[in-house]
């Protein structure tokens, strides 16, 4: 990988460490502190007075006979209030307690799958799919693929790699040697338009690659043509195995400029776009 993968790796391992450590630190503060009870439970209880009211005095209806304790009272009701204090094992996880822990666990979640997906988005595939080594299969049964009989070309596309296997030159263009982008006489272009990544799809009648969102035209073997891409299309580096099979490598990416020659004749025909 190159030395800004590298730092981007660096910085998203970093992150998801300290969030860990800084977990770490608050777990144990919190289980190192006294025990300080944080819930106070008021419990209301009703106390019963009973005062005394004076008399009167007798009166004209009071029947003659032995005397009477007819006092009058009054009830008065009194509502006295204590706190109870309960240990966090009693009183349980208060609901800020329970929204704090709620959220810390969101916020770690969501760093730890952010850092996930940033090291499998940046760390490139050793076995199967994009970003590793893709199996094109033999480069002769390939190259008869790509070559019609009226001698008009068809790329052969390789889902798995992203890319469109096609012939090249002969002879090999100078400014292609010693980059190790052609292995038994094909290339291996990138799907991606240059200007803004878009799949570039390939056109038959103009024997070329033509992009539909911004136009941008590229011959045969991927040399810029016109349009607003800055450079011709990407290139995978390739090599042949020991059985003839053409492999393409797809975690190594190999720009290619503008020329101020195209190496084939582009366009053979009407374009696929109208831009």
Same mark, same amino acid.
């Given at each position: 990988?190159?030395?800004?993968?590298?730092?981007?790796?660096?910085?998203?391992?970093?992150?998801?460490?300290?969030?860990?450590?800084?977990?770490?630190?608050? !777990?144990?503060?919190?289980?190192?502190?006294?025990?300080?009870?944080? !819930?106070?439970?008021?419990?209301?209880?009703?106390?019963?007075?009973?005062?005394?009211?004076?008399?009167?005095?007798?009166?004209?209806?009071?029947?003659?006979?032995?005397?009477? @304790? @007819?006092?009058?009272?009054?009830?008065?009701?009194?509502?006295?209030?204590?706190?109870?204090?309960?240990?966090?094992?009693?009183?349980?996880?208060?609901?800020?307690?329970?929204?704090?822990?709620?959220?810390?666990?969101?916020?770690?979640?969501?760093?730890?799958?952010?850092?996930?997906?940033?090291?499998?988005?940046?760390?490139?595939?050793?076995?199967?799919?994009?970003?590793?080594?893709?199996? #094109?299969?033999?480069?002769?049964?390939?190259?008869?693929?790509? !070559?019609?009989? @009226?001698?008009?070309?068809?790329?052969?596309?390789?889902?798995?790699?992203?890319?469109? !296997?096609?012939? #090249?030159?002969?002879?090999?263009?100078?400014?292609y040697e010693g980059k190790n982008v052609v292995a038994g006489g094909v290339f291996a272009l990138y799907q991606r338009c240059t200007h803004l990544g878009c799949r570039v799809p390939w056109c038959g009648a103009s024997q070329g690659f033509e992009c539909p969102c911004h136009?941008?035209?590229?011959?045969?073997?991927?040399?810029?043509?016109?349009?607003?891409?800055?450079?011709?299309?990407?290139?995978?580096?390739?090599?042949?195995? @020991?059985?003839?099979?053409?492999?393409?490598?797809?975690?190594?990416?190999?720009?290619?400029?503008?020329?101020?020659?195209?190496?084939?004749?582009?366009?053979?025909?009407?374009?696929?776009?109208?831009?």
């Open positions: 990988m190159s030395a800004d993968i590298w730092i981007l790796v660096g910085v998203a391992a970093v992150g998801v460490a300290a969030v860990v450590g800084a977990l770490v630190v608050a !777990v144990r503060r919190r289980g190192s502190e006294p025990f300080a009870p944080e !819930v106070a439970t008021p419990v209301r209880e009703r106390e019963l007075v009973s005062v005394a009211v004076p008399a009167e005095g007798p009166t004209e209806e009071t029947p003659p006979g032995p005397p009477v @304790d @007819d006092t009058p009272t009054q009830i008065e009701v009194r509502e006295v209030a204590r706190v109870v204090e309960v240990s966090p094992e009693q009183a349980g996880v208060t609901r800020r307690q329970f929204f704090n822990r709620a959220l810390g666990a969101t916020f770690a979640t969501f760093l730890t799958g952010f850092g996930l997906a940033s090291l499998s988005f940046l760390w490139p595939k050793l076995t199967g799919g994009f970003g590793s080594d893709v199996n #094109a299969g033999k480069v002769d049964e390939l190259l008869k693929k790509t !070559v019609n009989d @009226d001698g008009t070309i068809t790329p052969v596309y390789l889902p798995e790699a992203k890319a469109y !296997v096609v012939p #090249a030159p002969d002879p090999l263009p100078a400014i136009g941008s035209k590229y011959s045969v073997i991927g040399e810029y043509f016109t349009g607003p891409a800055p450079r011709s299309l990407d290139r995978f580096v390739v090599e042949l195995n @020991d059985a003839g099979e053409l492999i393409i490598k797809t975690g190594q990416i190999v720009q290619t400029p503008r020329l101020d020659r195209l190496n084939v004749p582009y366009p053979q025909g009407p374009s696929c776009i109208d831009i």
